[in-house]
């Protein structure tokens, strides 16, 4: 059981939402985790080629330019679901609980907001880019900002599903309820 469900009713229609949202983090982890191992594979390659080939290969570069923005979008937007992302909790803590609740959701609601601007704009972004190539690896200039796209969209779709176990009742955030 992860921590956003409450041990209630298993017919609450968030469960069959949660497991799906669950499984988009999964497959996000995933991701970033693959490209971090192909990440550190490619700078190897470039050290290797670099000092014992003495021929650099120059799409490494590129290639980690791009898995960096897949790494810290993805990995952002599972921060926001698994509430394991950068935030200063001093306040919410001294605060007492009505306090911290106002906290919480004015929280989710400006992330909510941020992902849906990142939708967007990454979206405008990505489409404006996509028509020109990246050098050395002949790939969309768009790539680069596909991944702020797609992490916008699910900061959003992350932080409205904690809104809505806020209103349920269902919340089980430990800074929620503490």
Known sequence: ?????????????MTP?????DGIALLCRVITGVSIVVLTVIFGWLVFGRYVLNATP???EQ?????VMVITFLGAAV???????????AFRTAAPRWLRMIFVVCSDIGMLVFGLLMLIYGAKLTAFKWGSMIPLIDLPEGLRSLPLTIGGGLIMLFSLAHLVRIVLGRDLRSDTIQ
């Open 79 to 89: 921060g926001v679901h698994e509430h394991t992302h950068l935030s200063v909790a």
């Open 17 to 21: 939402i949660d497991k799906v949202l």
């Open 58 to 60: 120059t799409w490494v």
């Open 1 to 13: 059981m992860t921590e956003h469900e409450a041990p209630e009713a298993a017919s609450d229609f």
């Open 63 to 67: 290639a980690a330019l791009l898995l």
